[in-house]
Each structure stands twice: as C-alpha cells, then as structure tokens.
C-alpha cells in the first residue's frame, strides 16, 4: 500500500516536501519513484532512486526537485524547490520505471499566484 501525502497550494518559487508511506521491504529493494499527473495529461514518472542510492530525475526537474528515503522511517520523500505553475499536478509514487504496484490516492500540489 502507497499513502502519499505533504501537497498543498504555494507560490510560484516556493517548495514542498513531499512524502510517501510505503513497506521497509519494498523502500530497501525496489526501485521507487514518484509520478505526476496533470489534467488532461499522461502521467509521467518525475525522479527514481534505487536500492544502491543511484538516483535520476526528468530533465523538467533537475536542479529544483530532490529524491531520497529514509527506510527506517518507511518514507519516500521528493523536495520541491522553486516551484513553477507547470509543476501543479497530482503526485503518486510507485515502483519505477514500470509502475508495478496499485495506485495510492496522491497528492495534489497546486504552484499558483
């Protein structure tokens, strides 16, 4: 099971940090990621790390978004800095490149003025 949550309204230029409750298990030995869906768009997978700490983003993030977990905690986190209108979307994280396990509920992040 997938909980996401830490989204919410800011600024353009503002952050958020992002979290994702998931099993030790599946935190210590899976390749995770989050996705993001906008309206009317597909949705895309935003930044993964794996088990040995390697770790890619998409190109729309790179600089501004940061992955990490911390397996004691069972969490996945993505911080968002510097936060822009194009990034409003619902954010999901799941095992990655393919998405294998069911969908949580996400989170919505909202940049806007």
């Known amino acids: 099971q997938l909980v996401e949550s830490g989204g919410g309204l800011v600024q353009p230029g503002g952050s958020l940090r992002l979290s994702c409750a998931a099993s030790?298990?599946?935190?210590?030995?899976?390749?995770m990621g989050w996705y993001r869906q906008a309206p009317g768009k597909e949705r895309e997978l935003v930044a993964s790390?794996?088990?040995?700490?390697?770790?890619d983003y998409a190109d729309f993030v790179k600089g501004r978004f940061t992955i990490s977990r911390d397996i004691a905690k069972n969490t996945l986190y993505l911080q968002m800095n510097s936060l822009k209108s194009e990034d409003t979307a619902v954010y999901y994280c799941?095992?990655?490149?393919?998405?294998?396990?069911?969908w949580g509920q996400g989170t919505q992040v909202t940049v806007s003025s």
């Open positions: 799941n095992t990655a490149p393919i998405a294998r396990l069911i």
């Open positions: 030790k298990s599946l935190l210590s030995f899976t390749v």
């Open positions: 790390i794996t088990r040995g700490e390697g770790i």
